[in-house]
């Protein structure tokens, strides 16, 4: 071991539980450490439709969930403000939708205390053009829209500037155990090769669709099964609110706003390999044949790309017979020591993005017992720093939309990046798609480690528009490149990384102008700037 | 309020290629418009039935209609910057100044009639001070003249007799400037046993598209159709002289008004020279043109290139034996129709102008020719030479024809 650190707890995975368990743990002053094989969210949690479930969708099918995510919603709502759009959801019944079904949702909605408003339908097709024109009742449901990439930003911060720390990139090599106790891990640093051990009290397996492997690293039998969703991004916002459909829940029936575009899904087909991001024109066409129903004219919307994500379902029949501490059907926490003699190791699994907050109560409860620490949980009064200022960049000569970006967005580094607008090049709009200056750029770039595109889109929007990144790629790399921030082998390497992780999403939907796009964009790389299979070319 | 049913979807094609911003007049001349492509599609994406972003720099955008010749996809720029142009004028309200000079027609109505006393006063230069300071109308900015006679005075016609039926739209400019302009059209159609019928018409409505003012720009529209389609579904076909009339009858309204009849419409629009240039291609155009040893400059307007008809004021006059005319190739004008009687506008609208003034020079021709009473009102400004319409020379031709018989 090159180096060894000392924690109390080692949550591995850092999605959106991951981070709720650290800054939980932080604030009830326990020390922690999360370890991450990519960037924060390398999984599922920035792999779904960003959807701040109001209970709605699960109103029939699974009451307690629904309850949860009634109750989580207005917690969230209210303590990471910066990451959530209030926007409202709409429930839409069409004629070929069971009114039986209508019918027991409303009772049921009624009895959960969901609140659900009737509102007619010309008031529903006036304030959603595209919605279809034979929609029979529409409902209005208190759901939202999450940023997830923002979220999970703006969660870990908080949990470091409380003393936790995040290890991304590094990926665990082994749990180490000793007599039916686990104490530490062994990591790997995946940039630099570096072996490292935490000796930990305790070892947290939030590694979602990962986590049958850690299991495994244990010794500990888990079966959790990886249920890949695909969701696609039309190329504009065309919905104010979310739009659900009022049947059971199926395939390709929400559709939600998310910044300057539109996410829609999704699909369920069960996958062995927790890396498995595999995209089919198949499933894509069959989820727009479903989507069509709600939104008649997607098939003339501009799709930008795919993606998939797993949901890791837990199935309490594996392991020894026991059932492990089931928090809800959603949900699953487990104490491998009281289910399979095993202690010192937790897992949490199962959920929802939008209970992830309550995911994470439960499991540090059950942390603070076993170390007999005496805390309680904060997270459902305490705030995560809000991205709205309101009326600044005033002063910042910049196009409006850009201004009006910012004002959204940059939260606690506003006056950082306001102060380096004053300086012309900093103010030089590098995407224009989702309008982001130099200035931001650079304010998300971390302070040390490697330059990656990826880590800069996730945490500005850098090339998630209509054109993913076909000119604000390269743009930054050059701009990274000239300002010292990379090295030239850097900026090539990472932009030729940044274009193949783009086009993977782009192929599948690559018909009409996407398709246009795609090719302008393979002929920007490998004809004007002379890119090949591999990096040999400068930026 | 802007009404939210006109979903002009065409901004989600764009590729961010910069074709239009490459070929954008104003963009290569100052920094201080935005672009057609962020203030047209880009802009249109991040407000679609989202939150109203005003942006002032939309103001420098002259409604030129390059954007969409370059755009390889086919997106309607101009449309877009039209509607960023609503937005800021919906935001931020609108100047006395822009309001008259949008209004051509009640302008040319009220100024034709004390015409000789209009123009003189606009030569004046106390009261050109006067308005470059209460109006923000550059003092040095030549206006065109008015006429007393103007054409509704001189031709009143509601029907066509012909076999081949014309209904005339005249435009503003031709109306109240430059009756002789539409007097050599009448001319012209005579000399092809064509009667000319004039239907109720209003101004076409560009000059309050480029003002911001869409509500009034639709309403125009919406009476044209009208009044033009009464005619069309007679068997007239409509013909103008000026070239943003008839690019706002086939293209404008297809946007702003959107509906079935707007689409009617536009089928049956012709440029006065692509008209003529149809009855040559059909056997029907009288070609007893006489010679004239003329050299000519040509100034192509960017309404007329915006029409993607080739270049039927050129195909025209070559026709004529011995005439020499040569394209300027020269971009725009930078008059821009109401653009270039901004003070905020006129260094620009001067910078674009020099590319096209040392064209003229260089050329060194008898005198110009353009269709657009804008690009003539720059030209009269820039350049010493003499500016007519097409439509003058080949009405001459024809005379000169028929007195040598």
């Known amino acids: ?539 | 309020m802007l009404d939210p049913n006109i979903l002009e979807t065409t901004y989600e094609k764009c590729l961010k290629c910069n074709a239009c911003v490459a070929s954008c007049p104003v963009s290569g001349v100052t920094l201080d418009f935005g672009g057609p492509k962020h203030l047209g599609p880009e802009l249109k994406r991040l407000v679609d039935n989202q939150q109203i972003i005003d942006d002032k720099r939309i103001e420098f955008c002259t409604l030129c209609g390059n954007c969409d010749m370059s755009c390889p996809e086919n997106v309607h720029v101009s449309t877009l910057t039209a509607y960023a142009k609503a937005i800021h004028t919906e935001k931020s309200g609108f100047s006395f100044r822009d309001f008259v000079l949008s209004n051509a027609e009640l302008v040319g109505k009220m100024a034709s009639a004390f015409a000789p006393v209009t123009n003189m006063a606009m030569k004046m230069k106390p009261i050109r001070k006067m308005m470059e300071k209460m109006m923000g109308i550059p003092e040095d900015r030549q206006f065109p003249n008015y006429q007393f006679k103007n054409f509704n005075r001189v031709y009143k016609n509601k029907t066509s007799g012909s076999k081949r039926k014309v209904a005339y739209f005249v435009g503003c400019y031709a109306t109240y400037n430059a009756p002789e302009v539409a007097g050599s059209f009448v001319k012209v159609m005579e000399y092809n046993g064509i009667e000319v019928a004039i239907p109720r018409q209003k101004c076409c409505g560009i000059p309050m598209l480029a003002n911001g003012r869409m509500n009034r720009a639709q309403k125009n529209a919406s009476d044209n159709i009208e009044s033009l389609l009464a005619y069309t579904r007679r068997g007239y076909d409509v013909v103008a002289t000026c070239t943003s009339c008839s690019l706002a009858l086939k293209k404008e309204y297809l946007s702003i008004n959107g509906t079935d009849e707007a689409r009617e419409l536009a089928a049956h629009v012709y440029d006065a020279d692509e008209y003529l240039r149809m009855l040559k291609e059909e056997g029907e155009l009288n070609v007893n043109l006489a010679p004239m040893k003329d050299r000519a400059g040509y100034h192509a307007p960017c309404h007329m290139r915006a029409q993607g008809m080739g270049n039927p004021a050129m195909d025209m006059l070559e026709l004529i034996p011995e005439y020499d005319v040569q394209d300027l190739g020269a971009g725009c004008c930078g008059q821009c129709g109401t653009f270039g009687f901004k003070k905020e506008k006129y260094d620009v609208s001067m910078k674009l102008g020099r590319t096209m003034a040392e064209s003229v020079k260089d050329l060194g021709a008898d005198y110009t020719v353009t269709e657009c009473g804008m690009c003539k009102n720059q030209l009269d400004q820039l350049t010493d030479k003499a500016v007519k319409h097409p439509i003058q020379i080949l009405a001459e031709s024809y005379e000169r024809a028929k007195r040598a018989i």
């Open chain 1, 1 to 539: 071991m090159e180096e060894v650190l000392e924690t109390q707890v080692v949550v591995i995975g850092g999605g959106i539980t991951g981070a709720g368990i650290l800054r939980d743990l932080a604030l009830r002053g326990i020390k922690a450490i999360l370890v991450e094989q990519g960037d924060l969210g390398h999984g599922t949690s920035t792999r779904n439709h960003g959807l701040l479930h109001s209970g709605g969708r699960y109103a029939v099918r699974d009451p307690e969930a629904a309850v949860e995510s009634y109750h989580e919603n207005l917690i969230l709502k209210k303590t990471i403000p910066g990451s959530i759009e209030k926007t409202g959801g709409l429930f839409v019944k069409l004629p070929e939708d069971d009114d039986d079904y209508a019918q027991k949702w409303l009772r049921s909605c009624k009895k959960l205390g969901i609140p659900v408003e009737e509102i007619p339908v010309e008031q529903a097709l006036r304030e959603e053009p595209y919605l279809n024109k034979k929609a029979q009742a529409v409902f209005c449901v208190p759901d939202g829209a999450v940023d997830d990439f923002t979220l999970l930003v703006d969660v870990c911060a908080d949990a470091v500037r409380r003393g936790a720390k995040t290890l991304t990139y590094h990926k665990v090599t082994d749990i180490v155990t000793e007599q039916e106790r686990v104490v530490g891990v062994c990591i790997r640093d995946v940039l630099t090769g570096m072996e490292k051990e935490i000796r930990a009290d305790i070892v947290v397996n939030a590694a979602g669709p990962w986590g049958m492997e850690i299991a495994g690293m244990a010794g500990v039998p888990l079966k959790i099964i990886n249920n890949k969703g695909m969701l696609v991004v039309f190329s504009h916002r065309f919905n104010k609110r979310v739009i659900n459909r009022l049947r059971m829940p199926g395939d390709g029936d929400i559709f939600v706003p998310a910044h300057d575009v539109t996410i829609f899904g999704t699909t369920g087909v069960n996958t062995e390999n927790p890396n498995d991001f595999s995209l089919s024109r198949p499933e894509l066409e069959h989820m727009l044949a479903d989507g069509k129903a709600l939104i008649p004219s997607i098939d003339d919307m501009r799709l930008i790309r795919a993606y998939s994500g797993s949901r890791p379902l837990y199935q309490t029949s594996a392991g020894r017979g026991s059932s492990g501490r089931d928090v809800t059907r959603g949900m699953a926490l487990l104490d491998h020591h009281e289910r399979d003699g095993m202690d010192g190791f937790i897992t949490i699994t199962g959920g929802k993005l939008t209970t992830f907050r309550l995911m994470a109560e439960k499991t540090v409860d059950l942390v603070c017992e076993k170390l007999g620490v005496q805390a309680n949980c904060t997270t459902n009064v305490e705030t995560v720093s809000g991205r709205r200022t309101g009326d600044s960049f005033n002063k910042a000569d910049i196009a409006p939309a850009a201004r009006h970006k910012l004002r959204n967005w940059a939260g606690v580094q506003a006056p950082k990046i306001e102060s380096a607008l004053k300086e012309e090049e900093s103010s030089h709009i590098v995407c224009e798609c989702e309008q982001v200056t130099w200035a931001e750029i650079e304010a998300a770039m971390p302070e040390k480690g490697s330059f990656r595109l990826g880590g800069i889109r996730r945490r500005t929007r850098l090339g998630m528009g209509p054109c993913q990144g076909t000119f604000c790629n390269f743009r930054a790399a050059a701009l990274a490149a000239e300002k010292g921030r990379a090295t030239i082998e850097e900026a090539d390497g990472a932009l030729l990384h940044a274009v193949s992780e783009r086009k993977k999403g782009m192929g599948v939907v690559a018909t009409g102008e996407t398709a246009r796009q795609l090719l302008l964009m393979e002929t920007i790389y490998r004809v004007s700037l002379g890119f090949g299979e591999e990096a040999h070319q400068n930026v």
